[in-house]
C-alpha cells in the first residue's frame, strides 16, 4: 500500500512538472521601428577620425615605418590576399569550363611474336 501511495505522489510530482513546462504561444511584439534617414549624404561626423589617413595621424616617423612593415609582413593580410587568388582563379576555371574544347588523340601500337611461342609458331 505504501508503494503505491509514493508512486502516485511520484507520478503526481512528475505530472505537474511536465504541465509547468507547458506554456500558449503568443505572438511577437515588435518594438517601435527606429526611423533612420534614407541617405546619409552631406552629414558630417565631427568627433570620429575614420575618414582621417593613419600616415598623417601618426606623426612619429620610426611608428609609421613600424605600421608599413607590420602591414607588409601581416599573415592574415597575406592569407586573405591568397584566398582573393584562388577564388579568382576559381572564377577564370569555371568560366574556361563553359568554353568549347577540342580534344585529340593520336595511338598506335604493334605486336612482335615471339620465335618459340603459340602465337609465334602460328605466324611463321
Same mark, same amino acid.
Given at each position: 500500500?505504501?508503494t ?8 503526481? *510530482? ?9 506554456k ?5 511584439q ?7 534617414p534614407?541617405?546619409?549624404?552631406n ?8 575618414a582621417?589617413?593613419?600616415?598623417s ?7 609609421? *615605418? ?17 584566398r ?9 576555371l569555371?568560366?574556361? *569550363? ?7 588523340e593520336?595511338?598506335?601500337?604493334g605486336r612482335?611474336?615471339?620465335d ?6 602460328g605466324?611463321?
Open positions: 500500500m505504501k503505491h501511495k509514493k508512486a502516485y505522489q511520484t507520478l503526481l *510530482a512528475a505530472t505537474l512538472l511536465f504541465l509547468s513546462g507547458c500558449m504561444m503568443q505572438p511577437v515588435h518594438a517601435s521601428s527606429i526611423r533612420t534614407g541617405t546619409f549624404e552629414q558630417t561626423d565631427s568627433t570620429g577620425i575614420g582621417m589617413q593613419w600616415k595621424f601618426f606623426k612619429d616617423p620610426n611608428l609609421t *615605418a613600424l605600421i608599413d612593415t607590420a602591414l607588409l609582413n601581416n599573415p592574415d593580410l597575406k592569407m586573405a590576399v591568397q582573393i587568388e584562388m577564388a579568382k582563379t576559381n572564377i577564370l569555371a568560366k574556361g *569550363a563553359l568554353l568549347p574544347a577540342v580534344n585529340a593520336i595511338s598506335g601500337g612482335k611474336f615471339g618459340y611461342t603459340m602465337d609465334g609458331v605466324n611463321y
